[in-house]
Protein backbone atom coordinates (compact mmCIF):
# COMPACT_ATOMS: atom_id res chain seq x y z
CA UNK A 1 0.00 0.00 0.00
CA UNK A 2 1.05 3.36 -0.94
CA UNK A 3 1.45 5.62 2.41
CA UNK A 4 0.66 9.13 1.47
CA UNK A 5 2.68 11.55 4.24
CA UNK A 6 1.01 15.17 4.10
CA UNK A 7 2.44 18.28 6.34
CA UNK A 8 1.87 19.99 7.92
CA UNK A 9 -0.54 19.02 9.75
CA UNK A 10 -2.23 22.47 10.86
CA UNK A 11 -1.32 26.04 9.05
CA UNK A 12 -2.13 29.10 10.30
CA UNK A 13 -2.26 31.95 7.99
CA UNK A 14 -4.10 35.26 6.97
CA UNK A 15 -6.14 36.13 4.28
CA UNK A 16 -3.93 37.15 1.31
CA UNK A 17 -0.72 35.23 2.06
CA UNK A 18 0.65 32.11 0.40
CA UNK A 19 0.09 28.55 1.34
CA UNK A 20 2.31 26.11 0.24
CA UNK A 21 1.15 22.01 1.26
CA UNK A 22 3.42 19.14 1.17
CA UNK A 23 2.55 15.82 0.24
CA UNK A 24 5.33 12.67 0.42
CA UNK A 25 4.45 8.94 -1.22
CA UNK A 26 6.17 6.16 0.06
CA UNK A 27 7.18 5.01 -3.12
CA UNK A 28 6.53 6.72 -6.78
CA UNK A 29 3.11 7.53 -7.42
CA UNK A 30 4.78 9.15 -10.79
CA UNK A 31 2.12 12.26 -11.86
CA UNK A 32 -0.91 10.10 -10.79
CA UNK A 33 -1.74 12.74 -7.27
CA UNK A 34 -4.89 14.66 -6.72
CA UNK A 35 -5.88 17.19 -4.39
CA UNK A 36 -9.26 17.85 -2.73
CA UNK A 37 -10.62 20.21 -0.79
CA UNK A 38 -13.12 19.85 2.06
CA UNK A 39 -14.89 22.17 4.09
CA UNK A 40 -16.88 21.32 7.06
CA UNK A 41 -19.90 19.41 6.30
CA UNK A 42 -19.26 19.20 2.51
CA UNK A 43 -18.25 16.50 0.89
CA UNK A 44 -14.67 16.35 -1.00
CA UNK A 45 -14.30 18.49 -4.16
CA UNK A 46 -11.20 17.62 -6.68
CA UNK A 47 -8.91 20.62 -7.00
CA UNK A 48 -5.80 19.00 -9.01
CA UNK A 49 -5.56 16.01 -10.77
CA UNK A 50 -2.28 14.86 -12.22
CA UNK A 51 -0.17 16.45 -9.99
CA UNK A 52 -0.39 20.08 -11.78
CA UNK A 53 -3.90 20.12 -13.88
CA UNK A 54 -6.78 22.01 -12.21
CA UNK A 55 -9.99 20.19 -12.59
CA UNK A 56 -13.10 22.67 -14.12
CA UNK A 57 -14.15 25.54 -12.19
CA UNK A 58 -11.07 25.92 -9.67
CA UNK A 59 -9.66 29.45 -9.54
CA UNK A 60 -6.08 29.99 -10.90
CA UNK A 61 -4.63 30.58 -7.22
CA UNK A 62 -4.74 26.97 -6.48
CA UNK A 63 -1.83 25.05 -8.68
CA UNK A 64 -0.28 21.83 -7.81
CA UNK A 65 3.57 20.81 -8.84
CA UNK A 66 5.73 17.66 -8.65
CA UNK A 67 6.38 13.87 -9.40
CA UNK A 68 7.55 10.95 -8.06
CA UNK A 69 7.08 11.15 -4.50
CA UNK A 70 6.80 14.37 -3.73
CA UNK A 71 4.24 17.11 -4.51
CA UNK A 72 3.03 20.30 -3.78
CA UNK A 73 -0.60 22.31 -3.60
CA UNK A 74 0.16 26.10 -3.23
CA UNK A 75 -2.71 28.43 -2.85
CA UNK A 76 -1.01 31.83 -4.04
CA UNK A 77 -3.54 34.37 -1.51
CA UNK A 78 -5.33 32.81 0.58
CA UNK A 79 -9.52 33.81 -0.19
CA UNK A 80 -11.45 33.51 3.23
CA UNK A 81 -13.50 30.66 1.35
CA UNK A 82 -9.82 28.59 0.87
CA UNK A 83 -9.49 27.81 4.68
CA UNK A 84 -10.64 24.08 4.79
CA UNK A 85 -8.79 20.79 4.96
CA UNK A 86 -6.78 19.65 2.19
CA UNK A 87 -6.31 16.06 1.27
CA UNK A 88 -4.06 14.64 -1.49
CA UNK A 89 -4.92 11.31 -3.21
CA UNK A 90 -2.63 8.33 -5.36
CA UNK A 91 -4.39 6.58 -7.96
CA UNK A 92 -0.68 4.78 -9.22
CA UNK A 93 -1.73 1.38 -7.44
CA UNK A 94 -4.73 -0.65 -5.71
CA UNK A 95 -5.67 0.98 -2.68
CA UNK A 96 -6.45 4.19 -3.36
CA UNK A 97 -5.13 5.97 -0.57
CA UNK A 98 -5.62 9.24 1.04
CA UNK A 99 -2.77 11.71 3.13
CA UNK A 100 -3.90 12.59 6.50
CA UNK A 101 -4.87 15.88 5.51
CA UNK A 102 -3.66 19.64 6.49
CA UNK A 103 -6.12 22.04 7.66
CA UNK A 104 -5.48 26.04 6.31
CA UNK A 105 -6.48 27.72 9.33
CA UNK A 106 -7.27 31.24 9.78
CA UNK A 107 -4.29 33.07 12.20
CA UNK B 1 -25.74 18.56 -13.46
CA UNK B 2 -24.44 15.96 -12.25
CA UNK B 3 -26.38 14.17 -8.49
CA UNK B 4 -24.95 11.13 -6.39
CA UNK B 5 -27.43 10.63 -3.66
CA UNK B 6 -26.66 8.47 -0.85
CA UNK B 7 -29.10 6.82 1.45
CA UNK B 8 -29.37 3.54 4.00
CA UNK B 9 -27.36 4.77 6.23
CA UNK B 10 -28.30 4.74 9.75
CA UNK B 11 -27.74 2.72 13.61
CA UNK B 12 -26.64 -0.80 13.60
CA UNK B 13 -25.59 -3.05 16.07
CA UNK B 14 -21.98 -4.94 16.15
CA UNK B 15 -22.22 -7.91 13.73
CA UNK B 16 -25.17 -6.22 11.48
CA UNK B 17 -25.86 -5.94 8.13
CA UNK B 18 -26.66 -2.37 6.30
CA UNK B 19 -26.87 -1.39 2.74
CA UNK B 20 -25.96 1.97 0.95
CA UNK B 21 -27.15 3.20 -2.06
CA UNK B 22 -26.14 5.92 -4.82
CA UNK B 23 -28.94 6.92 -6.99
CA UNK B 24 -26.62 9.23 -9.87
CA UNK B 25 -28.18 11.38 -12.87
CA UNK B 26 -27.11 13.82 -14.61
CA UNK B 27 -24.23 11.51 -16.73
CA UNK B 28 -24.11 8.09 -18.54
CA UNK B 29 -23.53 6.43 -15.39
CA UNK B 30 -22.86 3.22 -17.03
CA UNK B 31 -19.80 4.47 -18.81
CA UNK B 32 -18.33 5.44 -15.32
CA UNK B 33 -15.83 3.67 -12.46
CA UNK B 34 -17.74 4.24 -9.22
CA UNK B 35 -16.21 4.78 -5.30
CA UNK B 36 -17.06 4.54 -1.84
CA UNK B 37 -15.35 6.81 0.19
CA UNK B 38 -15.73 6.69 3.97
CA UNK B 39 -14.84 8.82 6.69
CA UNK B 40 -14.94 8.41 10.39
CA UNK B 41 -15.87 11.67 12.57
CA UNK B 42 -13.42 14.30 12.82
CA UNK B 43 -10.75 11.97 10.77
CA UNK B 44 -10.03 11.61 7.17
CA UNK B 45 -11.09 9.86 4.19
CA UNK B 46 -10.65 6.32 3.86
CA UNK B 47 -10.99 4.81 0.12
CA UNK B 48 -13.40 1.63 0.63
CA UNK B 49 -14.29 0.20 -2.68
CA UNK B 50 -14.06 0.40 -6.49
CA UNK B 51 -16.08 -0.98 -8.89
CA UNK B 52 -15.60 -0.48 -12.91
CA UNK B 53 -18.22 0.74 -15.68
CA UNK B 54 -19.72 -2.72 -16.59
CA UNK B 55 -20.03 -3.96 -12.97
CA UNK B 56 -17.20 -6.82 -13.26
CA UNK B 57 -14.35 -5.82 -11.61
CA UNK B 58 -13.88 -4.76 -8.39
CA UNK B 59 -11.47 -3.97 -5.72
CA UNK B 60 -11.44 -3.21 -1.81
CA UNK B 61 -9.83 -2.00 1.54
CA UNK B 62 -8.15 -4.88 3.33
CA UNK B 63 -10.05 -3.02 6.14
CA UNK B 64 -13.49 -3.96 4.43
CA UNK B 65 -12.52 -7.06 2.48
CA UNK B 66 -14.75 -10.10 2.95
CA UNK B 67 -17.43 -8.06 4.59
CA UNK B 68 -18.34 -5.29 2.39
CA UNK B 69 -19.66 -6.03 -1.83
CA UNK B 70 -19.82 -3.04 -3.86
CA UNK B 71 -22.06 -3.69 -6.99
CA UNK B 72 -24.01 -1.86 -9.42
CA UNK B 73 -27.42 -1.75 -11.66
CA UNK B 74 -26.92 0.56 -14.41
CA UNK B 75 -30.39 0.02 -15.60
CA UNK B 76 -31.18 1.93 -12.58
CA UNK B 77 -28.18 4.09 -12.50
CA UNK B 78 -27.49 3.06 -9.02
CA UNK B 79 -24.60 2.08 -6.84
CA UNK B 80 -24.56 0.22 -4.12
CA UNK B 81 -22.71 -0.66 -1.08
CA UNK B 82 -23.92 -3.80 0.84
CA UNK B 83 -22.09 -4.10 4.20
CA UNK B 84 -22.12 -7.47 6.58
CA UNK B 85 -20.43 -7.73 9.94
CA UNK B 86 -20.30 -4.56 10.65
CA UNK B 87 -17.62 -3.35 13.56
CA UNK B 88 -17.45 -0.15 15.60
CA UNK B 89 -14.65 0.61 13.48
CA UNK B 90 -16.93 1.07 10.44
CA UNK B 91 -18.64 4.28 12.07
CA UNK B 92 -18.44 7.00 9.22
CA UNK B 93 -20.21 8.88 6.35
CA UNK B 94 -19.84 7.12 3.68
CA UNK B 95 -19.31 8.70 0.12
CA UNK B 96 -20.23 7.62 -3.33
CA UNK B 97 -17.90 9.25 -5.55
CA UNK B 98 -17.64 8.74 -9.67
CA UNK B 99 -14.43 8.55 -11.11
CA UNK B 100 -13.86 10.16 -14.22
CA UNK B 101 -12.25 9.35 -17.78
CA UNK B 102 -8.95 9.87 -16.06
CA UNK B 103 -9.30 8.28 -12.75
CA UNK B 104 -10.26 10.59 -10.44
CA UNK B 105 -13.23 10.97 -8.20
CA UNK B 106 -14.39 13.95 -9.85
CA UNK B 107 -18.16 14.46 -8.41
CA UNK B 108 -18.89 13.56 -4.67
CA UNK B 109 -22.34 12.73 -2.86
CA UNK B 110 -23.23 14.32 0.11
CA UNK B 111 -22.86 11.55 2.32
CA UNK B 112 -24.86 9.25 4.24
CA UNK B 113 -23.81 8.37 7.88
CA UNK B 114 -23.24 5.07 9.11
CA UNK B 115 -23.13 4.14 13.01
CA UNK B 116 -22.21 1.10 14.58
CA UNK B 117 -22.91 0.91 18.46
CA UNK B 118 -24.73 -1.01 20.95
Known amino acids: EIVLTQSPATLSLSPGERATLSCRAS??????LAWYQQKPGQAPRLLIYDASNRATGIPARFSGSGSGTDFTLTISSLEPEDFAVYYC?????????FGGGTKVEIK | EVQLLESGGGLVQPGGSLRLSCAAS????????MSWVRQAPGKGLEWVSN????????YYADSVKGRFTISRDNSKNTLYLQMNSLRAEDTAVYYC???????????WGQGTLVTVST
Open chain 1, 27 to 32: QSVSNY
Open chain 2, 26 to 33: GFTFSSYA
Open chain 2, 97 to 107: ANRDNSGWLDY
Open chain 1, 89 to 97: QQRRNWPLT
Open chain 2, 51 to 58: INAGGVTT
